[in-house]
């Protein structure tokens, strides 16, 4: 399937984007990126609010890979 590309609006886009990814799948955030204490999929689901301007990179297949960057 390789690596989707995702501009979420909210945090309930990210909902959408990270269905099926498992909580334990470790985060990568870009250097510009400020997420504090978002290492796992967890984490990103629990953040309140979605920054502007970030997006997400997602690979499902196994061992999975969730990534933030700024836009």
């Known amino acids: 399937m390789g690596i989707l590309r995702y501009h979420p609006r909210n945090?309930?886009?990210v909902h959408l984007c990270l269905r099926g990814v498992e909580d334990n799948v470790v985060v990568e955030c870009g250097t510009d990126v400020k997420l504090?204490?978002?290492?796992?999929?967890?984490?990103?689901r629990a953040v309140r609010k979605w920054p502007s301007r970030l997006r997400l990179l997602v690979d499902r297949e196994p061992p999975g890979l969730v990534r933030v960057e700024r836009v």
Request: aromatic share 0%; hydrophobic share 40%.
């Open 11 to 13: 945090i309930g886009d």
């Open 36 to 44: 504090e204490d978002v290492h796992t999929v967890a984490d990103l």
